[in-house]
């Protein structure tokens, strides 16, 4: 079945320091991907769409030159958490569709827990 | 937007009796999505729902989309341990956005 490949699954960082995280579709090619961020106990809040070959799409409230997008092909997007600050620290997933796939279900990585220290 | 309304928030049952979760939409759904998910980690998939009426089932999860397709359904049977977790609906639109959540413990 389709795999979504997120990496890295943990990250520990400090202030002031950027993070990237990947977000790779590894069997089938995805023109849009989402990342969602998860705060504990709470359910998943879209971010953002990223777009391929275009500019990400932002959820209202989401800093755009926080949460810095790029999504440079048909099957990697990545998320940079510039000058992270403690209160970045969560949980961060990102999903994709098969576009060669009509009605089928969203895949999703297995996530990635941000500390910063 | 779609806003979806899952309830109950959380739920804890004893070992092997029976529980529904359900989600309901502020607008006419265009498929609905189940997936489990423990915090911290992936969601798994569960079912995914397109048309009024329709229903299915995997193993013990049985998942009801109404009618009019606004209000869906997640029915176990049984409960086990193992379907400990949480429980999100979710409803494609371009983006997929997700009810809230519904934390189910399950006692031994």
């Known amino acids: 079945g389709a795999v979504v490949s997120q990496h890295p699954s943990r990250v520990i960082c400090k202030s002031g320091t950027s993070v990237k995280i990947e977000c790779r579709s590894l069997?089938?090619?995805?023109?849009?991907m989402f990342w969602y961020r998860q705060f504990p106990k709470k359910s998943l809040m879209l971010m953002a769409t990223?777009?391929?070959?275009?500019?990400?799409?932002?959820e209202q409230g989401v800093e755009k030159d926080k949460f810095l997008i790029n999504h440079a092909s048909l099957t990697l997007s990545t998320l940079t958490v510039t000058s992270a600050h403690p209160e970045d620290s969560s949980f961060y997933i990102c999903?994709?569709?098969?576009?060669?796939?009509?009605?089928?279900?969203?895949?999703f990585g297995q996530g990635t827990r941000l500390t910063v220290v | 937007s779609q806003e979806l309304e899952q309830s109950p928030q959380s739920l804890i049952v004893q070992e092997g009796k029976n529980l529904t979760i359900n989600c309901t939409s502020s607008?006419?759904?265009?498929?609905l999505y189940w997936y489990k998910q423990k915090y911290g980690e992936g969601l798994i998939f569960l079912m995914m729902?397109?048309?009024?009426?329709e229903e299915k089932s995997h193993e013990k999860i049985t998942a009801k989309l109404d009618e009019k397709k606004q209000q869906s359904s997640l029915h176990i049977t049984a409960s086990q341990p193992s379907h400990a977790g949480i429980y999100l609906c979710?409803?494609?639109?371009?983006?997929?956005?997700f009810g809230a959540g519904t934390r189910l413990t399950v006692k031994p």
């Open positions: 999903s994709a569709r098969d576009q060669g796939r009509a009605n089928t279900e969203a895949f």
């Open positions: 069997d089938f090619q995805a023109t849009t």
């Open positions: 990223s777009n391929e070959g275009s500019k990400a799409t932002y």
């Open positions: 607008k006419t759904l265009y498929g």
């Open positions: 729902l397109q048309k009024g009426g």
């Open positions: 979710g409803a494609p639109h371009g983006d997929m956005r």
